[in-house]
């Protein structure tokens, strides 16, 4: 009957993939076209891998997968610009205030 048997635990199959070159080639690109960038990392969840955030000057932002918060941090040391830990710092007002203009004036984006 088994009533005090263990259960197995259940696995979480990862519907994430790693990151890849298309990734990192976005991240350079939107570093290069942009003005002030900062980096932040996004802690690992169940759902996704490692993420790292850039938000340029005025708001304007783009995530994608990353190789882990080393990864992120080899990034930004090779693109010369900051990092930051999205868990101690939060996420910028400017972020906040680009979607607020990007949901009232969608036309302009």
Same mark, same amino acid.
């Given at each position: ?18 990151? $890849? ?21 996004? @802690? ?6 490692t993420t790292v955030m850039l938000i340029a000057d $005025? ?9 882990? @918060?080393?990864?992120?941090r080899r990034f930004a040391y090779?693109?010369?610009? @900051?990092?930051? $830990? ?19 004036? @969608?036309?302009?984006?």
């Amino acid at each position: 009957m088994g009533l005090f048997r263990r259960r197995k635990q259940a696995r979480v199959v990862g519907h994430d993939r790693a990151a $890849d070159r298309a990734d990192l080639e976005h991240l350079e690109q939107f570093v290069r076209s942009r003005r002030g960038v900062e980096a932040y990392i996004e @802690p690992r969840t169940t759902v996704t891998e490692t993420t790292v955030m850039l938000i340029a000057d $005025d708001g304007e932002w783009t995530r994608r997968r990353i190789d882990g @918060p080393d990864g992120a941090r080899r990034f930004a040391y090779r693109m010369a610009i @900051p990092i930051y $830990d999205v868990r101690l710092m939060g996420y910028p007002q400017r972020m906040r205030d680009f979607n607020e203009r990007r949901k009232r004036r @969608p036309e302009l984006y």
